[in-house]
């Protein structure tokens, strides 16, 4: 499974991105899916997931700000982040977990950057 990440910039604070990632391969079923983001000295975080029935969550610092979507059909996941401030800058990663019958395995898209500054 390669995940697919688009997306990101630079953009002045209170502005809004849009992040998508599209899965492809040899795919099962993917259960969560979603982003996580990475800040310079800092752990992966979680940012946003979505199970296949649509069942999100949310990091605290970004509820109400961001929303996740995902497209079970296309294997495809969105994020639409508004009201960015400077502390959501970071590198955004892909995340899924993909069940091939056996087990579940994570897979991580490649990454992209989000710089929100003036």
């Known amino acids: 499974v390669q995940l697919q990440a688009c997306g990101g910039g630079l953009v002045r604070p209170g502005g809004s991105l849009r992040l998508s990632c599209a899965a492809s391969?040899?795919?099962?079923?993917?259960?969560?899916m979603g982003w996580y983001r990475q800040a310079p000295g800092k752990q992966r975080r979680l940012v946003a997931d979505s199970t296949p029935i649509g069942i999100t969550n949310y990091a605290d610092s970004v509820k109400g700000r961001f929303t996740i979507s995902r497209d079970n059909a296309k294997n495809t996941v969105v994020l639409e982040m508004n009201s960015l401030k400077p502390e959501d800058t970071a590198v955004y990663y892909c995340n899924a977990i993909h069940y091939d019958g056996v087990v579940d395995s994570v897979y991580w898209g490649q990454g992209t950057q989000v710089t929100v500054s003036s």
């Open positions: 391969g040899r795919i099962f079923n993917i259960n969560a």
